[in-house]
């Protein structure tokens, strides 16, 4: 009876445990698909988690090197069923890990010392002592875990970013912990003196002060990295309003000599119609359209940037005798402005670029934007003499200075990646399609 009690307490505790090793990346990534923990497979994986800690415990009284399959199964459930990039992902499968080790070579090795006995019998001997560090792990372990969480979540509102290789140290760093925590508990399995147990119980202190060191420097360093892109968004942003500035600056002085002439204009066309020349009046017509058009308004919504970016370039293309039309929402909600100017700038200036080379006769620029309950449509079409797909099916820069161009096409992917949607890109008609589809609602 005694065993079975035993058994149901064990079981109790490892599917504990299997919960919050599999919470604890969903409330650090979130959801693919809902914010429901268990619309997101999380009971699942409990399950699995715990079953395959309770099959390591029957062959074992310690997993040792075992948890890289914790790891792996963790890291498979962010995979699946998370957000997140795949370092994020890493990150938040080994972190579970590292408390769970740390916290069972913590209690184990404190009970050890307290009660003056080895690590082995606290591990698997079925007593008052093993209860006691039992209960006592579970409180710190789930008391490590919501500082855990705690930490990266009061930080993430301010931001912090890290690159890949970041990532990558970071996780490195926290798989030594996972070694060393191993080496630790192994060593104990020794017969060792009272004296001894103490020096390792120091080294799993000490192991846990490095952990937690390591977590603090992780938020630092990342929201230094976050201020860095917010400062080089900035400069951006300052660029663009600098764009802005002087095409305000060409509309105005455009209107201003329009109001200038207009008197004038009037006169003559008084003159011409006055003396029946209609032809001469009408060619006259024809020549100020024609000054008229080279600077035109082609959209006017509520984003100035918008306006300022799709206004400039098209502009541009019909100064290479492009004919370039637009057709456009009236505001980008949810499109980060900063954003919204690298897309469109590089949509169009790849067009441009493509066009203004072509030796077809007639060239043409058309831009489609339009929105559906939150999902953002952006197409481009550009004028080709032949197919850019069948010769350059990767889209690498054709320009000589490789190093400093040929981002335009990877810029625009990432932030189709950022937001959740997809860019394709295709040709139909003579014409060279670039579609982006940005999605607001998932962001």
Known sequence: MTDILWDIFEISVTFFQGFIMIYFPFKFLNGKFSDSFLQNHGAMFSVLLSGLVCLFNKVTVFEHFLFIFYILLIFIYCV?????????????????????????????GGSAVLFNT?????????????????????FLFLYMHMITLNIFKKHSGNGYQLSRNEWLLVSFTLTLSIVLGVLFVLISFDELSYRSRIYILLGILTLLIINTVSIYLIIDLGR????????EKLKLQMAYYQNYVENANTEFNLIQKLRHDSKAIYQVLG????????????????????????????????????NS???ARLTMAKSFGIHASCLSVNNFEGIDDTDLCRLLSNMLDNAITATSQSAAKEKKITVNISEEIGTYRFLVCNTIDES?????????????????SGYGTKIIKDLAEKYHGKCDFYERESLFCCLVILNTDKK
Not at 122 to 138: G, L
Not at 292 to 305: K, L, V
Not at 388 to 404: I, M
């Open 80 to 108: 699946l069923c998370l957000n997140g990039s795949l370092m994020n992902k890493l990150f938040a499968s080994i972190v579970p890990v590292v408390i769970a080790l740390t916290v069972t070579i913590l209690a184990a």
């Open 118 to 138: 080895s690590m082995s019998d606290v591990m698997s001997k079925h007593n008052t002592q093993r209860a006691i560090t039992v209960i006592m792990a579970q």
């Open 224 to 231: 230094k990295n976050h201020t860095v892109r917010e400062n």
């Open 271 to 306: 003159d011409f119609l006055a003396r029946g020349e209609i032809d001469k009046a009408n060619s006259y017509l024809r020549k100020l359209t024609d000054i008229a058009d080279d600077r035109i308004i082609f959209i006017n919504t509520e984003n100035d940037f918008a």
């Open 309 to 311: 970016i799709i206004n």
């Open 388 to 404: 850019v797909l069948e010769k350059n099916p990767e889209l690498n820069s054709t320009k000589k200075n490789k190093k400093v």
